[in-house]
């Protein structure tokens, strides 16, 4: 029997506990050969908080748990498995179903949602809290305890450019995210 992908509509910042039910009820009825994979999408971001170094993992689209399940020919799920996903605790429906018969994700629409899965879990993600044109204090390095205004953010290699007021002459320097904070 072909897979195919479908999303479930959850309660919120119960995703985890939803999908660990699921797998566990489907080996309770002896289907897990029929449910393919369970997947919570999230990202793995790392933030600095009271000058502390945390990663900590986000979900990508809160509320949602994507799942693999067997289909017949024509996309449409068992009603056995069927009963048994939409009657797991914090389920709330399938997501573009208009009858007892949700629609499967499209290939592309899976290699989308996948694809952005896996590109999250590569690197951790520098979250930055700074937005061009702020004030910013510099708390680290050669520069502490210049005033100055972010000029640019570099997610990607974490860094802030600042333009800081040397010698009466406007000058940028690139700092770490975590040497600057808001004034």
Do not use: C
């Not at 985890?16 to 897990?32: K, Y």
């Not at 170094?53 to 509320?63: L, N, S």
């Amino acid at each position: 029997m072909p897979k195919n992908w479908f999303v479930l509509r959850v309660q919120s910042n119960k995703e985890d506990r939803v999908r660990e039910s699921l797998v566990r009820r489907a080996a309770a009825e002896g289907v897990e050969g029929r449910i393919g994979k369970v997947l919570v999408p999230s990202a793995v971001e790392a933030e600095i908080k009271g000058g502390k170094r945390r990663v900590r993992e986000t979900k990508i689209y809160p509320g949602y748990v994507m799942v693999e399940l067997d289909t017949d020919e024509q996309g449409l799920i068992a009603d056995d498995l069927w009963f048994l996903v939409r009657d797991t605790p914090g389920v709330g429906d399938f997501v573009g179903s208009n009858s007892r018969r949700p629609q499967p994700l499209a290939a592309h629409e899976v290699e989308k949602l996948l694809g952005e899965a896996e590109r999250r879990e590569e690197a951790p993600q520098v979250k930055i809290d700074f937005e061009p044109g702020e004030s910013v204090k510099i708390k680290e390095g050669p520069f502490e305890n210049f005033d100055g205004v972010v000029d640019e953010i570099l997610p990607s290699k974490g860094v802030v450019r600042v333009i800081v007021t040397i010698f009466g002459r406007a000058t940028p320097v690139e700092l770490e995210y975590w040497q600057i904070e808001s004034i």
